[in-house]
Structure formats: structure tokens, C-alpha cells
């Protein structure tokens, strides 16, 4: 059809695989691919957070699914669009149990990419627009409670009388996005978090800290932030808005609750967890247990020779306060990734001598520059002007499946290396060992892929190249000495602080520490795509390891990553929960085997 | 231009228009308007709220503002819509220091009503969305602060060292919508509220009470509520959301602080406030005082013969906290208007013998015909399924003057006995006295005349009905003795509890409190139109006197009305406020004597 339109042939093609999936034809619907194609299912099909890659898996994955699954409905929504050959366009579609919303990206009329994602459970859509409740019976009965009473009474009786369906490990921004969702669709849900007040966890942190991604990435589920919140919250912002956020949102939220320790009855399907409230052993019973104890993992703290004789302070980047106090003394930060850069700003702007160990090489991106590039286009004003939304911003996001995602970020890296060379000929004359990634594919890759490796840039590079923060570079640490640290170099330092901004384990850390050692390895590595680059080993797995969807381990789930991802993950990790609690069939489609331990 | 359409006879009016206020030509612009007409500004002409009516009266404001407002640039937005003769269309304009937005309904192509409404202050915007406040200034900055301690400083200083700039007494939803707005244009302002915790004031009412109008009218400026949120409020859900929105935007807001007494100093122009903030007296120094203690100022306490010899208990209805308790008891709620009905309600729930008693004749409106009839048009799921957002509405509403509004209104209240025929039928002949207001123009036109005289019904009619809840009506009290009340037909009935739902007095009431008996009269009475119906004695005056504009007491401000009013008119008093700090000139046009006290 050379004459017709985008969306008459984006029409004819999602009738086709309409026809096919209609008469159980995964071959036919197969057919309607490129056989360099990539079909990724978030909770529709596949009861997973799965990316099919070609032909064959496609139709693999059909034969697998589609009796249960009797796809239907299938709807163009707007018009499509066309650029570079490539055509897009949106529908929505309905399953057995399931209402959808999807996007195609057609190349010659196959099909290239496609997305499907459940967005309702029918029956157990969330209440809201006209749907809300009513907030109050009209009429008079006697004997009825109000909303305060009603509110008293579950929040007195959950955890106590009543058992949790969902236990969710952190109340940091992931467990609360989540809870939130799990709220709304009325599955029984606590948080437990080991601070005093919700939005500690940002609070506790060093004290320049503001937020490194922009507002308009940022949003929480439901409750978007005010159009006059800054660009970059600064931390104890974000902890009083996340504070609020858990009250208006009414979540079962236990402050000063730490969790000792969890086993799993696999015949009971019942988890049993010990928790500390408030100074008070408790044990909880739920069904599902979430670790949302931030993506980054446990802290990881390197051992060196002698660290046990240093005579100054030294901890890790998550229990260093900020840089006051520090004026006049020599401060070593080792490591070179955001916070390290951070850190190292603040204790220069507080007066002191301050030395960054890079033991790597590590990409830096401008902030100003990657905001431009990188996020504007999707989540910013000009984006809203545009009619793209926070939501319609995740989908487009979600569209793109990751074995296409670096080749969709290089440009953009080609671009602010273009715009930006001046600031990158000098940090590389400071000594500074700069990196885009194993294949140019920039930052955001090195954060799915690893979860490090880079620094955006709000200002510390600049004193790295003035030479006010020194740098000492392709070095790693030989031994701690009482007042110095001694290099592979064979240079020494001497030091009043070290600081080791060395980064965090794999999230199955956790499951090691509260569970066991033997339902980590169970489970595996978390993060990370199997891309075959620096610290992301293959096999190539096509999604985030273990993140947003079953595990190895029944009842047990990940939950974390970004504010991004807090948000929209949440929400098929909450399908996924609630259909569970309702007993709907959640058959798994490619629950993927452990390659890692860690 | 019988062919054109109503968008091309709009430009073409707008267009004249702009021609004769360029060319200063008052008269030729009042020749645009038809003898009946209206003319409403909300600031942006006379720094006023003042409907000007008629030709003759358009000139004479055009003739006293024109040199200085200086209004130019006006354009129509989108298209102009026509319906039953009459065109519609927005647009935008300018004057020397503000910028507007304008609504004009155009009869024969003469305008029938106009109006102009200023946006925002030239020089002195809010700063939000592409110009929002950056959050952390990029770059390295020894001794900088952060946003926490920056925080700290300014609730430390503010009150203390460095004197606010508004005063607001009273921190219900008027005070913070209007404290939330000042603080976005960068007004020093300060709430004082006697009670613990923002939101008290809901929380501490009946137990039984949930907002009246339902959510999509009772947004607070800024924060939208959830998409969830309960069609009806419940009170202490709503207490809840005014705490977190005090937090979320910074407000400075004084608990446990009570005003004691208020004087101007003519010479300074400046307030003496004395306050005792949690328990101790300090003296504040505002150049502004608004109180924004209640649209419906203090409670009304009758004073009957022998009150003081009443054995069982009485309280005026602000006072009451709900029906538990009084299972079997005698109760007497006097007043027949919403918290005498949910009062009784509440009792008769509880299992108390409940009379009402019904001094005047009352309008009922059901909660579910109102909503339908009354609000959804403009505030509800299909308005925004049209593109009706909550500020439009706002402006759609403010685009109807007062003295049109009762004819716009009666077409509501003929559908209303319509379709609630069986109802009303059943109302009256349980005796009790109905009414649709003077004129037929039904409760929104009592609210704003009287504040008084209505019943939104969410079940308590069909209790007196069903002679559930007994009525006693068109009696008054003659007297209370130590177990009863004797009425003015010589009945006597038996008590425990005697209610007194007897409503509030004018606002201007607190300022004879606070400040002095000469400034409430100078004042005079708040609130009502002049409409020379029952309790809303005359002359006209076209706007609510003394609401949200300059009152005869320089400095001295009144704010309040329901979530609506407080969110819409807090724009306009915001601006007024903030013009003055920025000392820019703000000539009152129209400024109403008093010609009542109370």
C-alpha cells in the first residue's frame, strides 16, 4: 500500500495480527514480524517483564500463552505517525482477564517493535474519575463509623489481628510508589522502614545533595508535584514530600520497624518475618514479600589491608553527613561516580583538602546537557506542551525495547560530545580517565547495565580541572596506614577522612542477609541486562534481572531503581500482586534461570 | 454581519473595543455594551471587585481608570460559540501593570456582560513551569546553604526578626489558599491558627460531617486532589489533606496561636497584632491583615430566658461533637439549615429522641439533583471529559454577574421541583416549610445573599419524612427551663441536649473583636449583594460586600467562602497584596460605603 497512510497500514497490520492471534496462529502472528524484531510484554501475555527477540521466540512465546491468554480487541488509538521509514502507533487491546494499551513501530509494513502492557485487571479496576467513592453513605444508619474510625481501626488491626497480603521491605520512593498502587486496587499491604520519619532515607544524605534527575522525571504515582517544584529537589524536599506523600495517600507505613529476618513456607506459601517496631519484636505472615531496599543494593565497603589501624574518620558514601567540619584537613574520597563528585564538592566548598581516587575510567555527562538531550524530549515542558504527559512520556520510554536501546542513545552521546568538547578536553588534561560506555552508548546504558560508572555533572568537574579537587587517577589502594593511604603507585597520602564511595552490591545482598544464602543464589544477580559489557556478564537476558516480576523465588520480589522506575514498574509489579491475591491464573511465561549469584 | 460567525463577531467587537479604549474614548466604548449590562472586573481594571451596570456606569468607571490601566492587546482565544442568541468567547489582554484574561457574551452584537480579570503582575510572576526555581544552583559555592537550612532561617526570623508583610488570621482553607498563593509571589506572610494542627477546624467538627459540595468544586489552588479522592470529603480526611498541603507548600504556619487584639497605626500604615503563640505573647508588625476566620464569622448564640438554668447540656452547634452519647436521651437541635440536619441525623443514629426545631421556612435541595443540576456542568467528570478544567470553571462562574445570576439560576431549581416532586410532597406535608428562596432562585443565590437558609439533603429529609426525627416547625423558643423547652404556641417538650444550630453573624463581627466596635461599623456588614430579599436588606451592590477587596479600612482585608471562593478569590486578594508590597499604584475604583452594621 505505497499510497496509504500511516494509519491505514498500522489498521491493517494490527488486524492481521488480530486474524492470527484470533484463530491461534503464533506462526501467522509470527509472520507479521521482522526477523530482526522485538516483541516486550509487561504482565499481558506473559504474566512477566519479558522482551521476546525474532520470529521463532515470538511464536514460542504465542504457543506458550495465547489459550489462556485470547487476546482481543485490538484498536488503534490517534493516528500513527511516520519518520525515517519507521511508522508508530498506539492501541489498546483486551486479554481474558486484562484491559491493554500497546505501541508498534512498523519497517515495511512488519512489525519491528511491539509493546503490550496490562493496565487493568477487569474487575478489579482502581476506583477513580467517575468511579471514586462516594466518600460518604447518603442516609442515615445507625451504628455507622466514619472515615477516622474506619482508618483507626484497620491501622490498628493490620499486622496485628489481620495479616498483611504484601509486606513491602524499605520505605524509601519504590515502596512507597508501590504501596500507593497497592492501595488503590485494596490489597492489604505494610511498609516497614527502619528510620523515624518517611523520607529519611533522602534526609540522612549528604547535605549538598539535591536530586540528579529533573522534576518532570520525578513524579510519584497520582499525586504529580506542584508546576513551581524546582528542577532538582534538594533531599530533605524530596523527604518531606515523600512524608506527606505516605499520609495523603493513607499507607500502612511503620516507621522505626527494622526486619531481622524472613523464611518462606513453600507449603503454607506463606512467608514468616521478624520485625523489630519500635523496640518490639512483632512477627508478620504475608503472602508476598517485596525487598525495596534500594536498587543500588547493600553499601559496598572494600577491605584494605590496615583500614583497621587508620587513626582519622573513614565510612562509606552513605553515612557521610556532608562536608562541614572539615575545613583545613586533608579528605580522601575514594572512587569517582556521583556521589564521590559530590562529596568531593562539598568538602572543597567547606575548606578542605580534598583528593578523589579514580580507579576506573567513568563517564560524565553535563546535567544542562543531559537534561536537553536525553530527558527533555520526553519528560519536560516542551514535552507537555506537546500533549506527552508524565504517563504517555513512561509508555514511550517502555516502547523501546533494550537490545535497541543504546543504539537509540549513541546519538544523543555523539550529539553532547559534539556540544561539550571543551569541558572533556580539559577534564582528560586533568589526568581525568573519562568514558561513553563499552560501545559509546552513554549513560543511562551504564545505569541499566551496571547500576554505575558515571557522574553527571553539576559543577564538581570544573574544580577537577581547575586542579581545586586533585585527582589521582589509575590507581587503586594499596593499604590504610594510621594517618595515610598508601597507593598501587607506591605513592602515600596523608589523611584525615577517607570517604569510600565505592558504590553498592546486587540487591540479592539483601535476600543473603534476611532470607539466606541459599535463596539468594536461588534468585541471583538483580540489575543489569547480560550485555556482555563491563560488570553486566551474559548471557543476554533482554531485561532487568529479577527487577518488577517473579524470581526463582515464589513470593519474593524486587522492587527499586529510579524515580522513573518506581513509578511505572510499580504499576505492573502492583498487577502482578493483586492478581495473585485475587486468585486469578498467573502462569509465567520465561522465568529466566540465574546466571549470577551477584 | 448576519452571515459572519460568532468567533469573526467577536474579533470585531473586541476589535472596537480596543479602538475606543486606545483612542481614551470612554463614552464610544460603553456604546458597545447594551443597556442592560454588566461590566465585572477582578482587578484588573479598578483594583477592585466591582460589577459596573448599564452604559452610563461603564463610562463613568472607563472615565476614572482609563489613564491608568492603559488596556491594550486584546485577542481572542479559540473559537466563539453561540447559543439561543447569545455569543461566547474568552480572550486575553493587557493593561500597564498586568496581564488578563476576559470572557464577553455579546447579544446583537452589543456585549451583554464582559469580564476582565487580572492573571498576573508584570515583573512579578509566579515562577513555575519552564521558569521554576532551579532547586540547587550548579556550580561549587563555599559556606552555601541548602534548602533545609535556608528553611530553618526563614521560620526562625520570620515574626521574630524580620516582620511579615500579610497577616492572615485564621488557618482554615481560606487562610491557606491564600497563604499559598503569597507565598508563590514571594509575600512574607504568616497564618496564625489557635488550634494544634492545620485542619482542625474540620477535624474538630461532628462526627458525622463530610464536605458538602462534592470534590471537583473543592480543589485548593496548586494541588489538585488524587483522581480518587471521595466524591464528598470526610472531615478529618480533609483536615488531613489542609496539614499536608501547609507542609508540602512551606506555608508559615502558626499553631497554638491565638490573636488577641489588632490596631492600625494610620501614620505607619502599619498593624500592631498581639498574639500568644503557645502560651506566650509576642507583638507582630504587618503592613496587611486579613481575617480569614469564617466566611460565616462567629457563631450566633441566641440568648433565650432561663438558658442559664438548664440543667442538662447546650452548646452552640460549632461546639457539637456528634450523636454518641445521647442513645435514649431527649434532644433538641433549634435551626432547620445543614448542621441542624446532619446534627439531628446524627443523634437520630445513635439512638437519641431528636425534635428539630424550624423557626423559618428552609430551602432543600437533594445532594445527588444538586450535584447533577447545580454543579456538574461546570465542576464534574464530563466538564473535564469537555476540557473543563477546574480553572475554567472558575472563570465560566466569575463570567456571570450577580445580578444575573438568580435568572440563570431559576431554570435549575423549576427542574429541581420537577423531578423531586415526590419528595417535596413528603417534605411538607411533614409540616415542614419549604421554600426556593424569595424569588424561585433556589440555594447558591441564598448562599450568597444570606449564607443561610438551606439544606444540602444526604438523608436527613427522609428521617423527618418518616417522623424519625420530629418537627416542631414555625415556633420559636419562648423559654428554657432546667429540663425543657416551652415554645412560642405554649408546647413544651422535655430535654437533655439542646442544640443551637442558629448559624454565624457577619465577619465583620471579628474585627469588633479583635480590632474595634469603630472599625466593624466603619466596615459594616460582610458578605450578601443588596438584594432586598430576606435577610439581605438593600441598596444593590453588585459583588459580596467587603469579600476578598478594599474595605473602608485601609490594611484591613476579609477572606473566607467555601473551597471554591477561597481558591478562586485568593488569586485576586493575592495580587492585591502583592501589588501593594511592591508599592505599585493601586487606585481603588468604587470603593462601597457601608450601609449596614452587621
Same mark, same amino acid.
Not at 134 to 147: C, I, L, Y
Given at each position: 500500500?505505497?499510497?496509504?497512510?500511516?494509519?491505514?497500514? %498500522? #489498521?491493517?497490520?494490527?488486524?492481521?495480527?488480530?486474524?492470527? *492471534?484470533?484463530? @491461534?496462529?503464533? =506462526? $501467522?502472528?509470527? &509472520? !507479521?514480524?521482522?526477523?530482526?524484531?522485538?516483541?516486550?510484554?509487561?504482565?499481558?501475555?506473559?504474566?512477566?517483564?519479558?522482551?521476546?527477540?525474532?520470529?521463532?521466540?515470538?511464536?514460542?512465546?504465542?504457543?506458550?500463552?495465547?489459550?489462556?491468554?485470547?487476546?482481543?480487541?485490538?484498536?488503534?488509538?490517534?493516528?500513527?505517525?511516520?519518520?525515517?521509514?519507521?511508522?508508530?502507533?498506539?492501541?489498546?487491546?483486551?486479554?481474558?482477564?486484562?484491559?491493554?494499551?500497546?505501541?508498534?513501530?512498523?519497517?515495511?509494513?512488519?512489525?519491528?517493535?511491539?509493546?503490550?502492557?496490562?493496565?487493568?485487571?477487569?474487575?478489579?479496576?482502581?476506583?477513580?474519575?467517575?468511579?471514586?467513592?462516594?466518600?460518604?453513605?447518603?442516609?442515615?444508619?445507625?451504628?455507622?463509623?466514619?472515615?477516622?474510625?474506619?482508618?483507626?481501626?484497620?491501622? %490498628? #488491626?493490620?499486622?496485628?489481628?489481620?495479616?498483611?497480603?504484601? *509486606?513491602?521491605? @524499605?520505605?524509601? =520512593? $519504590?515502596?512507597? &510508589? !508501590?504501596?500507593?498502587?497497592?492501595?488503590?486496587?485494596?490489597?492489604?499491604?505494610?511498609?516497614?522502614?527502619?528510620?523515624?520519619?518517611?523520607?529519611?532515607?533522602?534526609?540522612?544524605?549528604?547535605?549538598?545533595?539535591?536530586?540528579?534527575?529533573?522534576?518532570?522525571?520525578?513524579?510519584?504515582?497520582?499525586?504529580?508535584?506542584?508546576?513551581?517544584?524546582?528542577?532538582?529537589?534538594?533531599?530533605?524536599?524530596?523527604?518531606?514530600?515523600?512524608?506527606?506523600?505516605?499520609?495523603?495517600?493513607?499507607?500502612?507505613?511503620?516507621?522505626?520497624?527494622?526486619?531481622?529476618?524472613?523464611?518462606?513456607?513453600?507449603?503454607?506459601?506463606?512467608?514468616?518475618?521478624?520485625?523489630?517496631?519500635?523496640?518490639?519484636?512483632?512477627?508478620?505472615?504475608?503472602?508476598?514479600?517485596?525487598?525495596?531496599?534500594?536498587?543500588?543494593?547493600?553499601?559496598?565497603?572494600?577491605?584494605?589491608?590496615?583500614?583497621?589501624?587508620?587513626?582519622?574518620?573513614?565510612?562509606?558514601?552513605?553515612?557521610?553527613?556532608?562536608?562541614?567540619?572539615?575545613?583545613?584537613?586533608?579528605?580522601?574520597?575514594?572512587?569517582?561516580?556521583?556521589?564521590?563528585?559530590?562529596?568531593?564538592?562539598?568538602?572543597?566548598?567547606?575548606?578542605?583538602?580534598?583528593?578523589?581516587?579514580?580507579?576506573?575510567?567513568?563517564?560524565?555527562?553535563?546535567?544542562?546537557?543531559?537534561?536537553?538531550?536525553?530527558?527533555?524530549?520526553?519528560?519536560?515542558?516542551?514535552?507537555?506542551?506537546?500533549?506527552?504527559?508524565?504517563?504517555?512520556?513512561?509508555?514511550?520510554?517502555?516502547?523501546?525495547?533494550?537490545?535497541?536501546?543504546?543504539?537509540?542513545?549513541?546519538?544523543?552521546?555523539?550529539?553532547?560530545?559534539?556540544?561539550?568538547?571543551?569541558?572533556?578536553?580539559?577534564?582528560?588534561?586533568?589526568?581525568?580517565?573519562?568514558?561513553?560506555?563499552?560501545?559509546?552508548?552513554?549513560?543511562?546504558?551504564?545505569?541499566?547495565?551496571?547500576?554505575?560508572?558515571?557522574?553527571?555533572?553539576?559543577?564538581?568537574?570544573?574544580?577537577?580541572?581547575?586542579?581545586?579537587?586533585?585527582?589521582?587517577?589509575?590507581?587503586?589502594?594499596?593499604?590504610?596506614?594510621?594517618?595515610?593511604?598508601?597507593?598501587?603507585?607506591?605513592?602515600?597520602?596523608?589523611?584525615?577522612?577517607?570517604?569510600?564511595?565505592?558504590?553498592?552490591?546486587?540487591?540479592?545482598?539483601?535476600?543473603?542477609?534476611?532470607?539466606?544464602?541459599?535463596?539468594?543464589?536461588?534468585?541471583?544477580?538483580?540489575?543489569?541486562?547480560?550485555?556482555?559489557?563491563?560488570?553486566?556478564?551474559?548471557?543476554?537476558?533482554?531485561?532487568?534481572?529479577?527487577?518488577?516480576?517473579?524470581?526463582?523465588?515464589?513470593?519474593?520480589?524486587?522492587?527499586?531503581?529510579?524515580?522513573?522506575?518506581?513509578?511505572?514498574?510499580?504499576?505492573?509489579?502492583?498487577?502482578?500482586?493483586?492478581?495473585?491475591?485475587?486468585?486469578?491464573?498467573?502462569?509465567?511465561?520465561?522465568?529466566?534461570?540465574?546466571?549470577?549469584?551477584?
Amino acid at each position: 500500500m505505497p499510497d496509504s497512510t500511516p494509519t491505514q497500514r %498500522a #489498521a491493517a497490520w494490527l488486524a492481521s495480527l488480530d486474524a492470527a *492471534l484470533t484463530r @491461534g496462529d503464533a =506462526q $501467522g502472528a509470527a &509472520a !507479521l514480524f521482522q526477523d530482526d524484531s522485538y516483541w516486550r510484554d509487561l504482565v499481558a501475555f506473559t504474566w512477566n517483564i519479558k522482551t521476546t527477540e525474532g520470529k521463532a521466540a515470538i511464536a514460542d512465546m504465542l504457543k506458550a500463552t495465547l489459550g489462556q491468554v485470547k487476546p482481543r480487541g485490538w484498536k488503534l488509538t490517534g493516528e500513527a505517525t511516520e519518520a525515517n521509514g519507521i511508522a508508530e502507533a498506539w492501541f489498546t487491546f483486551e486479554t481474558e482477564l486484562a484491559r491493554g494499551l500497546g505501541h508498534v513501530r512498523l519497517k515495511a509494513d512488519r512489525a519491528w517493535t511491539l509493546l503490550t502492557t496490562a493496565q487493568e485487571l477487569k474487575g478489579f479496576e482502581e476506583k477513580k474519575g467517575k468511579n471514586r467513592w462516594f466518600g460518604t453513605e447518603h442516609g442515615v444508619f445507625p451504628g455507622r463509623k466514619n472515615w477516622a474510625e474506619l482508618k483507626a481501626e484497620e491501622e %490498628a #488491626a493490620l499486622g496485628i489481628t489481620k495479616q498483611p497480603y504484601v *509486606l513491602i521491605i @524499605g520505605g524509601g =520512593q $519504590g515502596g512507597i &510508589a !508501590l504501596a500507593a498502587r497497592l492501595k488503590r486496587l485494596h490489597v492489604p499491604t505494610i511498609i516497614v522502614e527502619k528510620n523515624e520519619r518517611a523520607g529519611d532515607s533522602w534526609r540522612k544524605r549528604y547535605k549538598s545533595l539535591c536530586l540528579h534527575d529533573p522534576v518532570w522525571y520525578d513524579h510519584l504515582p497520582y499525586l504529580p508535584f506542584p508546576d513551581d517544584w524546582p528542577v532538582f529537589s534538594p533531599k530533605d524536599k524530596m523527604g518531606d514530600w515523600l512524608e506527606s506523600y505516605v499520609k495523603i495517600m493513607e499507607l500502612n507505613y511503620w516507621t522505626r520497624t527494622e526486619c531481622k529476618r524472613a523464611s518462606y513456607d513453600e507449603k503454607k506459601k506463606e512467608w514468616t518475618v521478624e520485625v523489630v517496631r519500635d523496640g518490639k519484636p512483632m512477627t508478620l505472615k504475608p503472602k508476598q514479600l517485596v525487598l525495596a531496599t534500594g536498587q543500588a543494593g547493600m553499601p559496598s565497603m572494600p577491605t584494605f589491608p590496615g583500614m583497621e589501624k587508620f587513626k582519622g574518620k573513614q565510612h562509606h558514601s552513605s553515612k557521610h553527613p556532608g562536608g562541614e567540619g572539615w575545613e583545613g584537613k586533608k579528605c580522601i574520597v575514594v572512587g569517582s561516580n556521583n556521589s564521590a563528585h559530590d562529596i568531593a564538592a562539598s568538602l572543597w566548598e567547606h575548606g578542605a583538602d580534598v583528593t578523589m581516587i579514580q580507579r576506573s575510567s567513568t563517564h560524565v555527562s553535563k546535567s544542562d546537557t543531559l537534561m536537553e538531550l536525553g530527558t527533555y524530549p520526553l519528560w519536560g515542558e516542551e514535552a507537555l506542551a506537546k500533549g506527552i504527559t508524565c504517563d504517555k512520556a513512561d509508555l514511550i520510554a517502555a516502547s523501546v525495547p533494550y537490545g535497541l536501546l543504546g543504539e537509540f542513545q549513541k546519538p544523543i552521546y555523539a550529539e553532547m560530545k559534539r556540544r561539550d568538547a571543551g569541558f572533556y578536553e580539559g577534564l582528560k588534561k586533568s589526568g581525568f580517565m573519562l568514558d561513553f560506555g563499552d560501545d559509546e552508548s552513554g549513560l543511562f546504558m551504564k545505569y541499566v547495565r551496571r547500576g554505575s560508572g558515571y557522574y553527571i555533572d553539576v559543577g564538581a568537574s570544573q574544580l577537577i580541572i581547575d586542579g581545586k579537587i586533585k585527582l589521582k587517577s589509575g590507581v587503586s589502594v594499596k593499604e590504610i596506614k594510621e594517618h595515610s593511604v598508601l597507593f598501587s603507585d607506591g605513592s602515600e597520602l596523608p589523611a584525615d577522612l577517607i570517604v569510600y564511595a565505592t558504590g553498592y552490591g546486587s540487591m540479592n545482598g539483601w535476600a543473603a542477609q534476611l532470607i539466606s544464602q541459599e535463596v539468594a543464589d536461588k534468585v541471583g544477580k538483580c540489575w543489569g541486562l547480560g550485555s556482555n559489557t563491563t560488570k553486566d556478564p551474559g548471557p543476554w537476558e533482554g531485561e532487568l534481572r529479577n527487577m518488577w516480576k517473579p524470581t526463582q523465588q515464589e513470593g519474593l520480589w524486587f522492587h527499586g531503581g529510579n524515580l522513573h522506575q518506581s513509578r511505572h514498574y510499580s504499576q505492573f509489579l502492583a498487577l502482578q500482586l493483586k492478581a495473585r491475591l485475587e486468585g486469578l491464573p498467573t502462569p509465567v511465561y520465561g522465568l529466566t534461570p540465574a546466571h549470577h549469584l551477584s
